[in-house]
């Protein structure tokens, strides 16, 4: 195995020693095998990804517990957002429903959105929500929200700034 380079091997023997026990804990807080195997993975390739080296790690079950919760989180959200999107689609008549490739595509798009959103503080982004979703001009948001025009106007630069960096960060057009 001298041909492997050292990280490979650390995430290797990360894996066989933790992996079972990663699956069971995830499945007994999960209630579900199926999404307790999947997340299970998800950790490790967010592992393989991430610049940490395996073997450096004092603690990893810490480690891969903190990860496998922040993936957690992720499904959860994104289940929440999928059920409130069929929600909505129930309410259109059948002839106006897209298909199902338009569906996966708006799912997709409301988790970006979701993503690009979730480090901006509650009024900050409630704020970009009833600009860019309600179409409500900055006096009705600051009416709103109980501040005054001037706040609302930092808040907007905030946000927009912040998607832009996202944006970048992430390869969006």
Request: proline share 3%; with cysteine.
């Amino acid at each position: 195995m001298s041909g492997v380079p050292q990280q490979s091997l650390s995430v290797a023997t990360l894996y066989s020693d933790h992996h079972g026990w990663l699956k069971n804990w995830l499945g007994r807080r999960l209630g579900d095998a199926m999404d307790a195997e999947d997340l299970t993975q998800d950790t490790f390739i967010r592992v393989i990804r991430s610049s940490q080296d395996p073997g450096l790690l004092r603690e990893p079950r810490r480690f891969l517990v903190t990860v496998a919760r922040g993936l957690t989180v992720d499904l959860f959200r994104r289940r929440t957002l999928e059920r409130q999107y069929l929600e909505a689609l129930a309410s259109l008549p059948e002839t106006a429903a897209p298909s199902e490739e338009e569906r996966a595509l708006v799912v997709e798009t409301l988790m970006e959105v979701d993503a690009m959103l979730t480090n901006l503080g509650a009024r900050v982004r409630k704020a970009f929500i009833l600009s860019q979703l309600e179409g409500l001009t900055y006096q009705q948001i600051a009416d709103q929200l109980g501040v005054s025009l001037r706040t609302i106007k930092g808040d907007m630069a905030k946000a927009m700034e912040h998607c832009c960096l996202y944006r970048l960060e992430h390869g969006l057009q």
